[in-house]
């Protein structure tokens, strides 16, 4: 094949070759140059040439005044023939008073392949180098190519990784291009130290950032893998945290990370000076802008006097302040905090000041680097468009809702000048990550056994923002699947649309003599009203049917007719009977509940998986009445509240309770009650406390339709075992009570009756638990003690929960 005109010319590749190339090759054309002047370049003689045309050689030699070749123009061409990197050497010679080019062609890559490669498939490797089949050879790029994928496998971290090129000699000067890698174990983080904090154990702070130290479960996750953008991310998140808890002058001064030939690992240290802790002093608002009032803007604030001071409320706050002014008609206000510090009372005055900010556009928002997921699922997240003023703080919130979306690896946003003056250009550079997740867990808990859960989950699926799940469960006493999905954006509006079918199959155990089957449908919307408060309104239909053994129910029901309740023989009893109530919910058949309801939920945790300070509330209502079988208004209330109390001892203080009403005929199913256990009052077996039946032989839990219970918890890390093993200790104090059962207490047509225990008696406890977050899923320990309960309460000192949750 023969190279025309169109010969590439310049490149950093060439230009090293033109470095090393013989000095005598450059010392020829200088002494050559003079004798040679008054050629012209078509009178140039060629040589060595096999693939490339004289003519194109000739090309680069471009005449001078006169048309004639002088010696730049003679010393220009030869560098310009040596940057195309077509030639391993090039020499300009005179003979005879001709000047003469002679050539050594560098010879063409017939392929370009990859051994040793098992991590990283070969076709991301040639996507990265540049050396391609059917291209000249240049060892300066191979040589560039060698250190590209040296550099892949580093940020995967393999730091002893080995990449050889090898050169495979093939006729017609051709040659196999072949990387030879040899990949090496990934390098890990033995250790991570912090220096100068004081505020802040490092036990504390391993928490906040997400590179992790190697233990011996390192191999179910990637966060030990040293990773150089991870650690600077980790910087900016111990600044941000130390800021949202008063330290304003805290610096993140440097990370050192040193490599340790020995432990095959790295050890990370970052240097920090915490400063002095701030409170506020006093808040303030200002505006410019005649017709707006600033103090109208202090609902929106959330920073108070006397609070420790919050960089990140702060800018949640102008971020509230930014939308309400566009909401009156002030586009271009812009929302400025300011803060002094008084240094001697370590406390800090904010100023909000509202001014009228430059009238400036936004011409275009640019989305780069989304190859999966679609453009509207990006641009939704803006509270801003193309044509709208431009506002920063809504572009960082934009920023801020993007990375929560959990989609890609990283989010940047930038911004450049349109095309004029009062125009800018956005531009949202993203890289996308993997949003698929295929789980097989397990678990044990005292009450539901053994349980095994295999699920199929997309965050994004087909790239429209969507999820979905699949679940099936089987387990020794709980069984069922489940099917979600989740629409975010119902009709373009920022309100989830999420469905739920649901079968759940309980098993008769040592806590509950009948076995039940659920069948259940329930839509539902979500409105993010803030971003520490949620409204979720629903519908939920269910048909529940519960089957008892035959020996549980022969002492009321007619063998020939088992729907007519007659009294059975004298001795029935002597293999068992169930409680009135559950016979007659049997007698009854499935049961189909039809209700709405909704929940408030108000979140201001620092870490929802782990918390470490803040309000966890939810408050709940159901109505059940809208068609179906029953009528009930059930509320609850479940309130947790986290907070540091001394040297990484969290305190927990919980409240929890709930109450049951029935309204129209029909009256309350003894199902329908709340049941309670150690899900209330650590110590007792579930649903071993409150209301009992103890006329039947079973003494079946009835329930009640009212409850309350306080927790008092201190969490502590075991300091002398690694951050990441996860492992926590806890000792808490429980008291609660479930009461007033109102639910059936008479089967009339039998002519029998329950013996209630219905005594509201308050049960209490007093315990040590084990919290282990671990790769499997969040698993707890508790061993409690009971120091006030009912007569006929069940208790269970010893208790274990963890795996999966259906």
Known sequence: MRIGMNVLKGGFAAALIMFALPAATVATATLTATQAQAQTAASIGVEGNRRIEADTIRSYFRPGPGGRLGPVQIDDGLKALIQTGLFQDVQIQHRGGRLVVVVVENQVINRVAFEGNKKIKDEQLQAEIQSKPRAALSRATVQSDTQRITEIYRRSGRYDV?????????????????????????????????????????????????????????????????????????????????????????????????????????????????????????????????????????????????????????EKSVEEMSIEASRRGYAFASVKPRGERNFEQHTVSIVFSVDEGPRVYIERINIRGNTRTRDYVIRREFDIAEGDAYNRALVDRAERRLKNLDFFQSVKITQEPGSSPDRIILNVDLEEKSTGDFSVSGGYSTSDGLLGEVSIAERNLLGRGLYAKAAVQYGQYARGYSLSFVEPYLFGYHVALGMDLYQRQQLSNNYISYDSKTLGFSPRLGFQLREDL?????????????????????????????????????????????????????????????????????????????????????????????????????????????????????????????????????????????????????????????????????????????????????????????????LKGAVFADAGSLYDYKGPQCWAEIGQCITADNENVIRSSVGVGLIWQSPFGPLRFDYAVPLSKGKNDRVQEFRFGGGTSF
């Open 162 to 314: 080995s990449v050889v090129p090898k050169y495979i000699e093939q006729p017609n000067n051709r040659v196999d291009l072949v990387f030879e890698v040899t990949e090496g174990k990934k390098t890990g983080v033995e250790s991570i130290e912090f220096v100068g904090n004081k505020a802040f154990s490092g036990y504390r702070l391993r928490d906040v950032i997400k590179t992790r130290e190697t233990n011996l479960l390192s191999f179910l996750s990637s966060g030990d893998v040293y990773d150089p953008d991870r650690v600077e991310a980790d910087r900016d998140l111990i600044r941000r945290y130390y800021l949202k808890n008063g330290y304003a002058d805290v610096q993140v001064v440097g990370v050192l990370t040193e490599y340790d030939p020995a432990k095959r690992g790295f050890i990370v240290t970052f240097k920090i000076e915490e400063g002095q802790q701030y409170r506020v002093g006093s808040v303030d608002f200002q505006t410019t802008i005649p017709s707006l009032d600033a103090n109208s803007f202090r609902g929106l604030s959330r920073v108070s006097v006397g609070s420790v001071y919050n960089a990140e409320a702060i």
């Open 534 to 726: 949620a409204l979720q309104v629903r519908y939920s239909i269910s048909r529940q049917e519960i089957t008892l053994p035959s020996n549980l129910t022969n002492c009321n029901l007619n063998p020939a007719n088992p729907v007519l309740p007659v009294f059975g023989p004298p001795d029935c009893l002597a293999d068992g009977e169930a409680s009135i109530p559950i016979k007659m919910e049997l007698a009854q058949g499935p049961v189909l509940t039809s209700s709405v309801g909704y929940s408030l939920v108000y979140n201001t945790l620092d870490n929802n998986k782990n918390p470490n300070s803040g309000f966890l509330v939810t408050w709940a209502q159901d109505f059940a009445g809208v068609g179906g079988d029953v009528k009930y208004i059930k509320s609850t209330i479940d309130a947790k509240y986290y907070a540091p109390i001394v040297s990484d001892i969290v305190g927990l203080l919980r409240f929890q309770g709930g109450m049951l009403n029935d309204w129209g005929d029909n009256g309350l199913r003894m199902l329908d009650h709340f049941q309670m256990g150690p899900n209330l009052v650590r110590g007792f077996e579930p649903l071993g406390i409150g209301p009992r039946d103890l006329g039947s032989t079973t003494q079946d839990a009835l329930g009640g339709t009212k409850y309350w219970g306080v927790t008092a918890e201190l969490q502590m890390p075991f300091w002398f075992l690694p951050k990441e093993v996860g």
